[in-house]
């Protein structure tokens, strides 16, 4: 079993009691969209501020693996390696 | 019955492009804001909920970058409350996903606990739980017009809702498609517009497909319902079978808000703006004009507001309390909001220099929760919304 870490910004962190990241186990590679499946489980108002309803990543929610954001990569099927940071980050928008 | 339970206070809920404030005042002359909250999200909207003797205020509160949701307070605005899976939300199949609540209708006292809302995208949902939980309306949402149904300039939404006090008949207005109208309570809808005019449009009298931008019942009279369209000021005497315009008299016909009396028949107000390609009050004097005879004659009310004015007024940032005599209450894209405790013969500033202005919402809260609303003052604000 490979942990995967997710580190939250700071906005977000009320919303899970505080904690600046989530972990999850897994067997293996995992994909963006399983990991956040998994760590938001617990905490379904996380989840819908980064997915809208249908599940796509909200327009303004970037998510950076090892540095790169997720969809110059293969979006929410991109794969997280073990040791990997999965990074979240709102993206500079609104006036 | 004591003193505390017979004490009236007046509650203002503001919502911005940048959070909401909430005013409370004794008198609606003198007013305390408290706020903001949900600092950094807009806030389209707003129901505040008065039956069965408590207050819950709902916000449609909807962030740039965390989306929208809806949020609830019974105690004036101390503490929010956000339901975990969401209060609004398309169900599996549908393949859409909320953008906005645009409107929080709280239905009549005799159907306490029934709240509807319109959205964004185009859909009208119901809650039987005061407004904790939302259905989506199927009727609507699979209605054969929805391909043709288009975006205004704010988005494409269900904006108006009014449902007459049997339950049955329920007239809708969307941006564009025009005014829908059920009479089974919702099962079912049908274009009604005729008599609207949609000058944008190859044939400008299509049988749906207007911009109306509001409407509003009149509480006294069955079946008449008044219209602030996309240029156009109309009134219906039947339910919406035909509109005619009560537009002449006033300096302007177009804007965006419509609000009737809650009581009085034959009276509403309008806040014109110059046109739809000068969205500015005319001469840019900004004034509100009401009817007492159902349009056949307007009369402006411009006391205690600005000679020079070039922010518009936008659909819901108007509304009317319940008072004797009616408070009338609105605020501007500048960030004023101003009240009128006698009908709008003389306003006075609330608050100036807020965010734009997005929904305004006012009503009479008794007893304990004037208490509440007091006491909000003080208290730390908390937002479930991250900005």
Redesign the interface.
Same mark, same amino acid.
């Given at each position: 079993m490979a942990d995967f870490t997710v580190l939250l910004p700071g906005?977000?962190q +009320?919303?899970v009691g505080g904690q600046s990241y989530l972990t999850a186990s897994a067997d293996g590679a995992v994909t963006v969209r399983q990991l956040l499946d998994s760590v938001t489980g617990d905490y +379904?108002?996380l989840a819908?501020?980064?997915r809208?309803?249908?599940g796509?990543l909200?327009r303004?929610?970037n998510i950076y693996v090892n540095g790169d954001e997720v969809r110059r990569l293969n979006g929410l099927d991109t794969e997280v390696a073990a040791g990997q940071e999965v990074l979240i980050v709102?993206?500079v928008?609104?006036g | 019955m004591g003193l505390m339970a017979t004490a009236e206070s007046y509650v203002l809920a503001i919502g911005t492009k940048k959070g909401l404030w909430l005013a409370t005042s004794p008198d609606r002359k003198e007013w305390s804001l408290s706020g903001p909250h949900f600092l950094?999200s807009e806030i389209p909207s707003i129901g505040i909920d008065t039956r069965d003797g408590k207050t819950r205020i709902m916000v449609g509160v909807r962030? @740039?970058?965390?989306?929208p949701?809806v949020a609830h307070s019974d105690d004036l605005g101390a503490t929010w409350t @956000?339901p @975990?899976?969401?209060a609004i939300?398309?169900p599996d199949g549908t393949? %859409? %996903?909320?953008e906005r609540v645009w409107q929080i209708y709280p239905d009549a006292d005799s159907r306490p606990g029934v709240v509807w809302a319109g959205c964004e995208p185009i859909s009208v949902w119901k809650s039987t739980d005061g407004g904790e939980h939302f259905e989506l309306n199927r009727g609507l949402w699979d209605h054969p017009h929805r391909s043709e149904w288009g975006a205004g300039y704010g988005g494409a939404a269900a904006h108006s809702i009014v449902v007459d006090p049997s339950g049955e008949k329920v007239h809708i207005a969307m941006s564009t498609g025009g005014v829908y109208r059920s009479l089974d309570g919702g099962a079912s809808w049908e274009p009604r517009n005729k008599g609207i005019s949609a000058y944008f449009m190859p044939d400008p009298n299509p049988e749906f497909g207007q911009c109306v931008h509001k409407i509003a019942a009149d509480a006294a009279v069955e079946g008449r319902l008044y219209a602030q369209n996309h240029h156009g000021v109309y009134r219906t005497d039947d339910n919406g079978e035909n509109w005619d315009s009560i537009a002449e008299g006033l300096p302007a016909d177009f804007g965006f808000v419509m609000l009737t009396h809650p009581r009085r028949e034959g009276t509403a107000w309008v806040i014109p703006l110059k046109a739809d390609g000068e969205r500015i009050p005319p001469g840019s004097k900004l004034s509100v004009h009401r009817t007492s005879d159902a349009g056949k004659t307007w009369k402006e009310l411009h006391t205690g507001l600005p000679d020079h004015e070039y922010n518009a007024v936008l659909r819901d940032a108007a509304s009317v309390d319940t008072a004797e005599p009616v408070g009338v209450y609105f605020g501007t894209r500048g960030g004023s909001v101003y009240a009128s405790a006698d009908e709008g013969e003389t306003f006075n500033e609330v608050v100036s220099h807020l965010p734009d202005v997005l929904c305004v919402r006012a009503a009479v809260v008794v007893g304990s929760d004037a208490g509440a609303a007091a006491a909000v003052e003080q208290s730390a604000v908390s937002a479930?919304v991250?900005?």
């Open positions: 906005v977000l +009320p919303l +379904p108002v819908r501020r980064l809208d309803e249908t796509a909200r303004f929610v709102q993206s928008a609104g | 950094m962030s @740039e970058h965390w989306g949701t @956000e @975990e899976q969401g939300k398309f393949d %859409a %996903a909320l479930p991250p900005g």
